[in-house]
T-cell receptor, first 111, second 115 residues
Framework: LAKTTQPISMDSYEGQEVNITCSHNNIATNDYITWYQQFPSQGPRFIIQGYKTKVTNEVASLFIPADRKSSTLSLPRVSLSDTAVYYCLVGMNTGFQKLVFGTGTRLLVSP | DAGVTQSPTHLIKTRGQQVTLRCSPISGHKSVSWYQQVLGQGPQFIFQYYEKEERGRGNFPDRFSARQFPNYSSELNVNALLLGDSALYLC??????????????FGPGTRLTVT
């Protein structure tokens, strides 16, 4: 499983766009990139998943360059409720794949 | 539809005791995974079960065991509790079909405190 590196913490203000970058230099050909969000004392929640280029859903966008050695989670116009820990995961796209979480990025959104 | 449910919500045990945690997956999901999350760290994989069979095991001692029932619910058992077992125990369910989504759905967790 590819190892990921992401910033330990980030600060932002309400209404701003937040970009969290994840490095995964040894990503394999069959690996997908997935982001989870976790609030205190809750289980992680799936945000978005992608393989290459750009993926967008109602919550976020995921940008993946051609070499796929990094990815950027973009949260548009964050609110206080976006304060959470964000995890970047890399692995094969099968249901039997165990999820390997790093320490994640703690995002603090202030008024 | 109900999400993943776990019981109990909180639990306090003494060192050396045994504990059983329970999980009910989302209806239609046949795979259940267990994770341990120590404060300040990301969740760590313990077990995955699919169709009542163990499909994966993380780097945890034999004091940890689990099983899955015909209705796909699952139990996690931890024997001879240590202080270091204090953590949030998370259960996640997924469809677990080959080539399916990487998305797993997590429950709210059981907060275990060992004193």
């Amino acid at each position: 499983l590819a190892k990921t590196t992401q910033p330990i913490s980030m600060d932002s203000y309400e209404g701003q766009e937040v970009n969290i970058t994840c490095s995964h230099n040894n990503i394999a050909t069959n690996d997908y990139i997935t982001w989870y969000q976790q609030f205190p004392s809750q289980g992680p929640r799936f945000i978005i998943q992608g393989y290459k280029t750009k993926v967008t859903n109602e919550v976020a966008s995921l940008f993946i360059p051609a070499d796929r050695k990094s990815s950027t989670l973009s949260l548009p116009r964050v609110s206080l409720s976006d304060t959470a820990v964000y995890y970047c995961l890399v692995g094969m796209n099968t249901g039997f794949q165990k999820l390997v979480f790093g320490t994640g990025t703690r995002l603090l959104v202030s008024p | 539809d109900a999400g993943v449910t776990q019981s109990p919500t909180h639990l306090i045990k003494t060192r050396g005791q045994q504990v059983t945690l329970r999980c009910s997956p989302i209806s239609g999901h046949k795979s259940v995974s267990w994770y341990q999350q120590v404060l300040g760290q990301g969740p760590q994989f313990i077990f995955q079960y699919y169709e009542k069979e163990e499909r994966g095991r993380g780097n945890f001692p034999d004091r940890f065991s689990a099983r899955q029932f015909p209705n796909y619910s699952s139990e996690l058992n931890v024997n001879a509790l240590l202080l270091g077992d204090s953590a949030l125990y998370l259960c996640a369910s997924s469809l677990a079909e080959g080539g399916g989504s990487y998305e797993q759905y997590f429950g709210p967790g059981t907060r275990l405190t060992v004193t």
